[in-house]
Nanobody, 115 residues
Framework: QVQLVESGGGLVQAGGSLRLSCAAS????????MGWYRQPPGKQRTLVAA???????NYADSVKGRFTFSRDNAKNTMYLQMNSLKPEDTAVYYC?????????WGKGTLVTVSS
């Protein structure tokens, strides 16, 4: 099994910054995609930022220019740097890896942005 653990969420003021981390452990092979998703209260989970195995990086339009995806392969960790946060960014953020057609998710970390 693959385990993903998010950290870095919390309560921040609008305009502030936060960096989320996702540490992966277990057997990780043939990763197709990796990235971050979020689920605002009462809404569906949607893509925030993800990278394919080919290196293609995709961002949701709502976060382009504000959020940056990165990873540290040596530490088996991916990051989401979030700047200029808005109340609309309030959500539970989940890290994700897709391996051989299977999706693995962390338990999520809550980001609350106050106005």
């Amino acid at each position: 099994q693959v385990q993903l653990v998010e950290s870095g969420g919390g309560l921040v003021q609008a305009g502030g910054s936060l960096r989320l981390s996702c540490a992966a452990s277990g057997s990780i092979f043939s990763i197709n995609t990796m990235g971050w998703y979020r689920q605002p209260p009462g809404k569906q989970r949607t893509l925030v930022a993800a990278q394919t195995s080919g290196g293609i990086l995709n961002y949701a339009d709502s976060v382009k220019g504000r959020f940056t995806f990165s990873r540290d392969n040596a530490k088996n960790t991916m990051y989401l740097q979030m700047n200029s946060l808005k109340p609309e960014d309030t959500a539970v953020y989940y890290c994700n890896v897709a391996i051989w057609g299977l999706n693995y998710w962390g338990k999520g970390t809550l980001v609350t942005v106050s106005s």
